[in-house]
């Protein structure tokens, strides 16, 4: 037999000379064992190593039993949530941010650009648990950026899940050199970052209401759009807003393993962004910026509330130039301000976020006069060579309506009316006098409906006013007076209750000025690919055949007599033909008037037509007149 020292504790000792059956039994220091075990002094030591045994194996029994209920507690009771919770220390889905498409004026002039803006937030699911350890953080980014308070802080955490990844922003905007500072300060702080985002730097507020801002998603954006993170920035208005989804592309998305100071250690997938499409519009940026300077020193010379321009091309409904004063700085939403600032922008009495070339609505007075003689021209009420008598004005029982000149014009035409606004003429036309048979109130609506008033244009852009257009079924409810022929003799001049759009006005006279066709007005021109090619164009769309051109003629003869030998005459001087309408609102009981104008040239080949409203600006020819003379001045100074 062999023993194993390994094994054995015992070495064998062979038989002895007389063959007797002796074993002698020792350990391994040589010592007899049973003179050992004899002696007795191996008693005591004995029981101590099997008591040990015993106890630490007790121990060790209940202590692997512990743990394995625990470990099973953990498991079936929690696993779920602390595999999340650690899979989100671990690993991180980041947004990348695509980059912001352009938007150049019809000339491929830049209005905007984008530029790198640092921003300063928490990620919760990265902060310390306890709330302690959360003040801490609080106190030391408070101490390192003096812009912040501590009581901020915990304020913006507090409102957010502690397990959340979406970050809350703690500071925009925060300058180059604070960055810079800051990236070191909370390298080491864990769930704390600084990280430079693209925001827009508008080029001036000339368009400020025409390309409108960006800004932060709302919480219900956040919760229901999947395109977008408290990081991201949005269209609030104006084509930012009309064409968030072509300028915004698609953002990236990076998969990274970070450590628990959110160090990252690795990439382990990723997706590129998709920067945004580019816009052309049918601007043209340099015309913007007069009739801009225009109306800015007129309200502020006059001292009145506001004023609006439209700029268009009659031959295919392209907006040249679109503004509205007073204006604002769009940049202040984008890069940031002074609270008082946004402050006096929200509570100024002039309303300067107010776009009133498309949003406003005001009565027409004279400008809508051309509408009313080709509506009688084609109804056949007139033809060009009627002639009525101005005498200063018509009595009907009791009510007496006025030509604007004392004593009146004599014998005009419908040339003539239109080139001196004859009010006479217009109230005989559009309802009638004694056995002349005007229009009526339906006609009227219907032409004036033809020409696009009463109604949105469809412009692309948000914010389009209808305007208003009063008739007997509006007068016939309950809580309104029965419709007199002295409503239709108002409405056939613009007052009373009808309410127009400088974008409308601008509308029908391009009807006008082209032969009858209304186009849909537009401000899109092509859509381009980073690398600058073309992905569409927008195409000319056709609203309304008005009437036809032949009725249009002796009006448009008439606008042009207004510039000839009429209301209009100071832009007889423009090295253009221009034909122009003016007119004089009424409103409100203080007799105060808006100031408009809508015109268009070259009168025998129209190519644009600028139309203008001063808020309280007195006469038309007056105030409204100016600035679009120096419109039309810019614009063929450019174009020769």
Excluded: C
């Amino acid at each position: 037999m062999n023993f194993s020292r390994t094994t054995n504790p015992f070495t064998p000792v062979p038989l002895s000379a007389d063959r007797q059956p002796l074993l002698v039994r020792r350990d391994r220091r040589g010592v007899d064992l049973e003179d050992y075990l004899a002696s007795g002094a191996a008693a005591g030591r004995l029981s101590t190593p099997t008591l040990n045994f015993r106890t630490a194996g007790a121990i060790m029994f209940v202590g692997l039993l512990v743990l394995l209920l625990r470990v099973a507690y953990l498991q079936l009771a929690h696993g779920d949530d602390y595999r999340t919770s650690s899979e989100q220390n671990r690993i991180r889905l980041e947004v990348v941010q695509a980059p912001r498409g352009i938007i150049y004026d019809r000339h491929r002039t830049a209005l905007l650009s984008n530029q790198p803006s640092f921003t300063l937030y928490a990620t919760p699911a990265d902060l310390p648990r306890d709330p302690s350890q959360r003040t801490n953080v609080a106190d030391v980014l408070a101490a390192a950026y003096p812009q912040l308070t501590s009581q901020s802080i915990r304020a913006s955490l507090a409102a957010a899940s502690p397990s959340s990844i979406q970050p809350i922003i703690l500071a925009e905007h925060v300058p180059y050199e604070d960055a810079l500072r800051l990236s070191t300060v909370f390298a080491r702080i864990p769930g704390i970052s600084i990280e430079a985002v693209s925001t827009r730097a508008y080029r001036d507020n000339s368009a400020a209401h025409l390309l409108g801002y960006l800004g932060k998603p709302t919480g219900d954006e956040l919760a229901n759009r999947n395109d977008v993170t408290s990081l991201s920035q949005v269209g609030r208005m104006g084509i930012e807003l009309a064409y968030d989804p072509t300028l915004r592309g698609v953002d990236g998305v990076r998969e990274v393993e970070r450590d628990h100071l959110n160090k990252e250690l690795s990439v382990i997938a990723s997706r590129q962004a998709t920067p945004g499409h580019n816009l052309v519009l049918t601007v043209d940026g340099q015309l913007q910026d007069v009739l801009n300077q225009a109306l800015e020193q007129t309200i502020r010379r006059m001292h009145v509330s506001g004023a609006a321009a439209v700029a268009l091309d009659p031959r295919n409904g392209e907006i040249l130039a679109l503004v509205s004063q007073p204006s604002f700085d769009p940049n202040l939403f984008t890069q940031g301000g002074d609270e008082s600032v946004f402050r006096a922008i929200f509570e100024d009495q002039r309303h300067p976020l107010f776009f009133r070339a498309v949003s406003g609505s005001y009565p027409s007075g004279s400008s809508i006069k051309p509408v009313i003689a080709a509506a009688a021209l084609a109804e056949g009420v007139i033809n060009e060579r009627t002639t009525i008598q101005s005498v200063g004005g018509i009595k009907v029982g009791p009510n007496f309506f006025p030509d604007w000149k004392a004593g009146g014009h004599g014998s005009v035409d419908v040339r003539t009316a239109l080139s001196e606004s004859v009010n006479t003429f217009f109230y005989l036309i559009g309802g009638g006098f004694e056995e002349f048979v005007g229009l009526g109130v339906e006609r009227i609506v219907n032409y004036l409906t033809r020409f696009g008033l009463g109604r949105t244009l469809g412009l692309d852009l948000p914010g389009e006013a209808a305007g208003f257009l009063p008739d007997r079924t509006w007068r016939s409810q309950p809580s309104s007076p029965r419709w007199y022929v002295g409503d239709t003799y108002n409405l056939s001049i613009g007052q009373g209750f009808i309410n127009v759009t400088p974008l409308q006005v601008a509308a029908f006279t391009m009807a006008v000025a082209n032969g009858g066709t209304l186009y849909q007005p537009h401000l899109v021109r092509s859509v381009l690919a980073t690398d600058g090619q073309t992905l569409s164009t927008v195409e000319p769309r056709i609203l309304n055949r008005t009437v036809e051109d032949r009725f249009l003629v002796p009006v448009r003869a008439g606008m042009r007599q207004a510039v000839t030998s009429g209301s209009a005459q100071a832009l007889g001087d423009l090295p253009v033909a221009v034909a122009a309408k003016t007119g004089t609102a009424q409103f409100g009981s203080e007799g105060k008037t808006h100031a408009w104008l809508t015109a268009f040239a070259p009168f025998d080949r129209p190519e644009i037509v600028v139309t203008v409203i001063v808020e309280s600006g007195g006469e038309g020819h007056a105030t409204a007149l100016p600035i679009a003379e120096r419109a039309l001045s810019a614009y063929y100074a450019n174009t020769r």
